[in-house]
Protein backbone atom coordinates (compact mmCIF):
# COMPACT_ATOMS: atom_id res chain seq x y z
CA UNK A 1 0.00 0.00 0.00
CA UNK A 2 1.43 3.27 -0.68
CA UNK A 3 1.29 5.79 1.69
CA UNK A 4 -1.08 9.01 1.18
CA UNK A 5 1.38 10.91 3.39
CA UNK A 6 4.20 13.45 1.12
CA UNK A 7 6.00 14.48 4.65
CA UNK A 8 6.30 17.14 7.03
CA UNK A 9 5.06 20.76 5.54
CA UNK A 10 3.85 22.73 8.21
CA UNK A 11 4.09 22.86 11.86
CA UNK A 12 1.81 25.69 13.61
CA UNK A 13 2.16 26.73 17.01
CA UNK A 14 -0.97 28.79 18.51
CA UNK A 15 0.44 32.38 20.69
CA UNK A 16 -1.10 34.53 22.80
CA UNK A 17 0.65 37.61 21.60
CA UNK A 18 0.99 36.97 17.92
CA UNK A 19 2.90 40.13 17.24
CA UNK A 20 5.62 39.30 19.69
CA UNK A 21 5.61 35.67 18.45
CA UNK A 22 6.54 36.46 15.08
CA UNK A 23 9.62 39.55 16.43
CA UNK A 24 11.12 36.16 18.32
CA UNK A 25 10.40 34.03 15.27
CA UNK A 26 11.79 36.63 13.42
CA UNK A 27 15.28 36.58 15.19
CA UNK A 28 15.57 33.18 15.77
CA UNK A 29 14.84 31.92 11.94
CA UNK A 30 16.51 34.84 10.62
CA UNK A 31 13.91 35.66 8.19
CA UNK A 32 11.35 37.65 7.69
CA UNK A 33 7.43 36.05 7.50
CA UNK A 34 6.21 35.45 3.65
CA UNK A 35 2.75 35.86 5.00
CA UNK A 36 1.62 38.34 7.71
CA UNK A 37 -1.75 38.67 7.75
CA UNK A 38 -3.79 38.89 11.51
CA UNK A 39 -5.04 35.70 11.65
CA UNK A 40 -1.58 33.68 10.49
CA UNK A 41 2.11 34.61 10.24
CA UNK A 42 4.06 31.99 7.78
CA UNK A 43 7.65 31.58 7.96
CA UNK A 44 9.24 29.60 4.96
CA UNK A 45 12.21 27.62 6.74
CA UNK A 46 14.16 25.43 4.02
CA UNK A 47 10.61 24.60 2.07
CA UNK A 48 8.80 23.96 5.09
CA UNK A 49 6.30 26.25 6.76
CA UNK A 50 6.55 27.39 10.69
CA UNK A 51 3.07 29.01 11.27
CA UNK A 52 1.81 31.31 14.15
CA UNK A 53 -1.46 31.16 15.50
CA UNK A 54 -3.45 33.67 17.24
CA UNK A 55 -4.87 31.92 20.28
CA UNK A 56 -8.59 32.07 20.29
CA UNK A 57 -8.30 31.40 23.70
CA UNK A 58 -6.07 30.21 26.86
CA UNK A 59 -3.59 27.72 25.01
CA UNK A 60 -1.94 25.11 27.16
CA UNK A 61 1.26 24.30 25.88
CA UNK A 62 2.21 20.55 25.75
CA UNK A 63 4.99 18.78 26.45
CA UNK A 64 3.73 15.55 24.07
CA UNK A 65 4.28 17.30 20.54
CA UNK A 66 7.74 16.78 19.13
CA UNK A 67 8.35 18.27 15.70
CA UNK A 68 12.04 18.82 14.83
CA UNK A 69 13.85 21.71 12.18
CA UNK A 70 16.77 20.52 10.68
CA UNK A 71 20.20 21.94 11.26
CA UNK A 72 23.98 21.66 10.66
CA UNK A 73 24.89 22.04 14.43
CA UNK A 74 22.79 21.34 17.00
CA UNK A 75 24.63 22.78 19.78
CA UNK A 76 25.34 26.16 18.40
CA UNK A 77 21.41 26.20 17.19
CA UNK A 78 20.28 25.12 20.81
CA UNK A 79 22.51 28.11 22.45
CA UNK A 80 21.41 30.30 20.21
CA UNK A 81 18.00 29.66 21.10
CA UNK A 82 18.46 29.66 24.57
CA UNK A 83 19.79 33.12 24.20
CA UNK A 84 17.06 34.63 21.93
CA UNK A 85 14.60 33.68 25.05
CA UNK A 86 14.08 29.97 25.16
CA UNK A 87 13.99 27.89 27.97
CA UNK A 88 16.07 24.50 28.02
CA UNK A 89 13.89 21.14 27.82
CA UNK A 90 16.20 18.84 26.92
CA UNK A 91 19.83 19.15 26.36
CA UNK A 92 21.79 18.24 22.65
CA UNK A 93 22.19 14.17 22.66
CA UNK A 94 23.34 11.79 20.06
CA UNK A 95 20.36 9.71 19.57
CA UNK A 96 22.66 7.06 17.44
CA UNK A 97 23.70 6.93 13.79
CA UNK A 98 25.10 10.18 14.49
CA UNK A 99 21.80 11.50 14.81
CA UNK A 100 21.66 14.75 17.65
CA UNK A 101 18.71 15.83 19.01
CA UNK A 102 17.23 19.07 21.50
CA UNK A 103 14.60 20.38 22.07
CA UNK A 104 13.70 23.83 24.27
CA UNK A 105 10.71 25.28 24.92
CA UNK A 106 10.21 28.89 23.21
CA UNK A 107 8.40 31.93 25.50
CA UNK A 108 4.89 30.82 24.98
CA UNK A 109 5.97 26.88 25.72
CA UNK A 110 6.03 25.34 22.48
CA UNK A 111 8.55 23.06 22.40
CA UNK A 112 10.96 23.92 19.16
CA UNK A 113 12.87 20.40 18.52
CA UNK A 114 15.83 20.88 16.05
CA UNK A 115 17.88 17.80 14.45
CA UNK A 116 21.02 16.77 12.80
CA UNK A 117 20.88 13.99 10.88
CA UNK A 118 23.01 12.84 8.21
CA UNK A 119 20.71 10.15 7.01
CA UNK A 120 17.75 12.58 6.13
CA UNK A 121 17.55 13.42 2.24
CA UNK A 122 14.86 15.36 1.34
CA UNK A 123 12.39 13.69 -1.40
CA UNK A 124 11.44 15.85 -4.13
Do not use: C
Amino acid sequence: MQTPFLGLRTLVYKVPDLDAAKAWYTKVLGTAPYFDMPFYVGFNVAGYELGLQPAESAVNAGDNTFVYMGVENVQATYDMLLSAGATEYEQPQDVGSDIVVATAKDPWGNIFGIIYNPHFKLNP
